[in-house]
């Protein structure tokens, strides 16, 4: 799962501002910014986790990515071309190469497919495979890949349990073979074992496939699993990063060390601060035990370690840590991960 220099893809400064209700006609636009500011990249044949709580922005991200909801501002950069910019048979062309597996398969599929014309049914979109009997054999080949049965494909999705219809989803979202997915907290409707089986399968794509994923997640331990590098979202801002080892075995922001501490990474138990912070100053402030006089007077800086391979949004990193440095403008104003 090494990844190679040039990253398959970039997100570069992503801003996802929705307008919120109550603004009248002659008043103030109200804005809710769900995602402020993000950047990270992601290389070829590499994992990155992307964790954060409920509300954090997280699935926001991933619905940009794919170009299911477009960005305020920022670009959503694959394998060097703006998706941002493109739109029409030019995006069309570009989907079949990113994919996404979705929390909850059921709503994903169409109930009254079978289950083998939805998993075939990308493989006509984009015109790859368009003899029939061809296109059988490769969606028989694909269920074989997600351990489902060849005798499944007349079935429909509801004969399903939720881990079959979640080998359904990741059967769909590989039929093309894309060379990134990205998957939105895929275990979460599921019980243990059989999430465990889904991890498996992702992980076994990413080594024998050489796919990159991008892995959405509140849980800890499967982004401790499956991740190469992790970005740890509070607010719809990375407030840490790095590679998963460095990050989850020395957690220097507060957010990511209560996070860490709780052992079975349920993001949820922390409680909760209050529903709206300011823009102007450390959207962990009103949650943060660790808080400087600092930090009631500016937004912090985004620091980097010594190597450039972690970045910290906090005070505490570059008052404590001689070794952290202010990322350079460029990236410290994006985030850059
Ligand atoms: S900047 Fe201050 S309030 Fe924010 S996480 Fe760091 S120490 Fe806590």
């Not at 570069?12 to 910014?33: N, T, W, Y």
């Not at 501002?73 to 570009?94: H, I, M, N, P």
């Not at 599929?109 to 790859?128: F, K, Q, S, T, Y």
């Not at 007349?154 to 004969?159: D, F, I, K, M, N």
């Amino acid at each position: 799962m090494s990844p190679e220099s040039s990253p398959l893809l970039e997100a570069r400064g992503l801003v996802r501002e929705f307008d919120l209700p109550g603004g009248g006609l002659f008043g103030r636009r109200k804005i809710l910014a769900a995602v402020s500011d993000v950047s990270f990249s992601i290389g070829r044949g590499e994992v990155l986790g992307l964790v954060g709580e409920s509300g954090s922005g997280k699935t926001t991200i991933g619905r940009m990515v794919m170009r299911l909801l477009d960005p305020t501002r920022g670009q959503v950069v694959f394998d060097g071309s703006d998706l941002t910019a493109l739109s029409g048979k030019s995006l069309r062309r570009q989907r079949r190469r990113f994919q996404m597996v979705f929390q909850d398969p059921y709503a994903s599929l169409n109930p009254r497919m079978r289950v083998g014309d939805i998993v075939a049914e990308p493989l006509v979109i984009h015109g790859l495979a368009p003899a029939a009997s061809e296109r059988r054999e490769k969606v028989v080949r694909i269920f074989e890949r997600v351990g489902l049965s060849p005798h499944d494909l007349s079935r429909y999705p509801r004969e399903f349990s939720g881990g079959g219809r979640q080998r359904i989803g990741i059967a769909r979202a590989i039929a093309c073979s894309p060379e990134l997915l990205v998957a939105d907290e895929p275990i979460a409707s599921l019980d243990l074992s059989i999430g465990a089986q889904i991890i498996n399968l992702f992980s076994s794509l990413v080594s024998t496939e050489g796919m990159s994923l991008l892995f959405i997640s509140h849980d800890l331990s499967v982004v401790r699993y499956l991740s190469d590098r992790v970005v740890v979202l509070y607010r719809g801002q990375v407030v840490e990063s790095g590679s998963t080892r460095d990050v989850l075995e020395g957690p220097v922001h507060p957010y990511t060390r209560l996070l860490v501490g709780l052992g079975s990474g349920t993001l949820a138990e922390i409680p909760e601060g209050a529903a709206e912070a300011s823009l102007d100053l450390c959207p962990f402030l009103d949650r943060c035990p660790e808080a400087l006089p600092a930090c009631r007077e500016s937004m912090p800086g985004r620091f980097e370690d010594s190597g450039g391979g972690r970045q910290v949004l906090c005070h505490l990193a570059g008052s404590a840590r001689a070794s952290w440095q202010p990322c350079a403008p460029s990236s410290s104003s994006q985030g850059s991960v």
